[in-house]
Nanobody, 124 residues
Framework: QVQLVESGGGLVQAGDSLRLSCAAS????????MAWFRQAPGKGREFVAA????????YYADSVKGRFTFSRDNAKNTAYLEMNSLKPEDTAVYYC?????????????????WGQGTQVTVSS
């Protein structure tokens, strides 16, 4: 089992930055993929970014490419999503997710473990 705990959400203005954290505990994480998804009110849960834990390779949705950066700290078993130049359309609940495989997927059904979510609200 893997437990994921997100933190770092909040209310910011357009153009501001936020950093989300996802702390993982439980079984070893070295061969997994971790991802961030988000869900805005009335919409489905969409892929934001993913990282292959062992190599640090990252993948991003087109809507956040160039603005968001996904990184991890192996020693702390924690991943970070640095979000810059935030826009009102980035407003959503952000979820950290993980899967028991080094293969990266962009759909929520491929992820075994989920955090509780953290709210990000960007005002215009």
């Amino acid at each position: 089992q893997v437990q994921l705990v997100e933190s770092g959400g909040g209310l910011v203005q357009a153009g501001d930055s936020l950093r989300l954290s996802c702390a993982a505990s439980g079984r070893t994480f070295s061969s997994n993929v971790m991802a961030w998804f988000r869900q805005a009110p009335g919409k489905g849960r969409e892929f934001v970014a993913a990282i292959r834990w062992s190599s640090g390779d990252t993948y991003y949705a087109d809507s956040v490419k160039g603005r968001f950066t996904f990184s991890r700290d192996n020693a702390k078993n924690t991943a970070y999503l640095e979000m810059n130049s935030l826009k009102p359309e980035d407003t959503a609940v952000y979820y950290c997710a993980a899967r028991n495989s080094p293969v990266v997927h962009f759909t929520r059904t491929n992820y075994n473990y989920w955090g509780q979510g953290t709210q990000v609200t960007v005002s215009s």
